[in-house]
């Protein structure tokens, strides 16, 4: 079957630290890889996207790149805001079942000041 | 951008009760809705796909009596959660798919969170 897992959290890092979420898949085809996040309160928003192999996915100063050969999506950026304290859920999607997302545990990141 | 809206926003109910949340996506039409529920601090996990003019599929373990789905319009899916019971207390995210093509982007909404007393 298809599954994905990251890291566990929380993360905890002060502001302007490197974050690095760890995610990795299992798939019975080619799929699609997400992240998204989810902010206190609110539901889920798209962060990025990479829909093939060595793809990057890049937005509001967060990267990941589709790695076949590992089987991987991490997810980084190079120095985080108290505002991008929230949870972010690795997430795929196959081509014959699109839509149909299998989501990892998520992975809560809190930034200090 | 495309937005996906979920009423109500939050609901309490007795035990015994049904209660009815709605899924529209308010700029686009969706051929095709996906139910998710979400427990605290974990993760969501597909209920149901919803297709426009058809039955809904549900996902293995998932009692399509107890959650009736209807997708009535291209616009619209409801998930009826029927004689609810606290252990059905949970937050309820739809999403949908538009008709662009296989490889549109899917649009969350925000979330329905049921408490069941």
């Known amino acids: 079957g298809n599954s994905v897992t990251q890291m566990e959290g929380p993360v905890t890092l002060s502001e302007e630290a490197f974050l690095t979420i760890n995610c990795t898949y299992t798939a019975t085809g080619y799929p699609s890889l997400f992240w998204y996040v989810q902010y206190p309160g609110e539901g889920l928003q798209l962060l990025l996207k990479?829909?093939?192999?060595?793809d990057k996915g890049s937005n509001k100063g967060f990267e990941a790149t589709y790695r076949k050969e590992t089987t991987s999506f991490h997810l980084e950026k190079g120095s985080v805001q108290v505002s991008d304290s929230a949870v972010y859920f690795c997430?795929?999607?196959?081509?014959?079942?699109?839509?149909?997302?299998?989501f990892g545990a998520g992975t809560q990141v809190v930034v200090t000041p | 951008g495309a937005v996906v809206s979920q009423h109500p926003s939050w609901v309490i109910c007795k035990s015994g009760t049904s209660v009815k949340i709605e899924c529209r996506s308010l700029?686009?039409?969706?051929?095709?809705m996906f139910w998710y529920r979400q427990f605290p601090k974990q993760s969501l996990m597909l209920m149901a796909t919803s297709n426009e003019g058809s039955k809904a599929t549900y996902e293995q373990g998932v009692e399509k009596d107890k959650f009736l789905i209807n997708h009535a319009s291209l616009t619209l899916s409801t998930l009826t959660v029927t004689s609810a019971h606290p252990e059905d207390s949970s937050f309820y995210i739809c999403s949908a798919k538009g008709l662009a093509g296989p490889t549109d982007t899917q649009y969350f909404g925000p979330g329905t969170r049921l408490t069941v007393l």
């Open positions: 997430a795929l999607t196959l081509s014959d079942s699109w839509g149909k997302f299998q």
């Open positions: 700029d686009f039409q969706a051929t095709t």
């Open positions: 990479a829909t093939k192999a060595d």
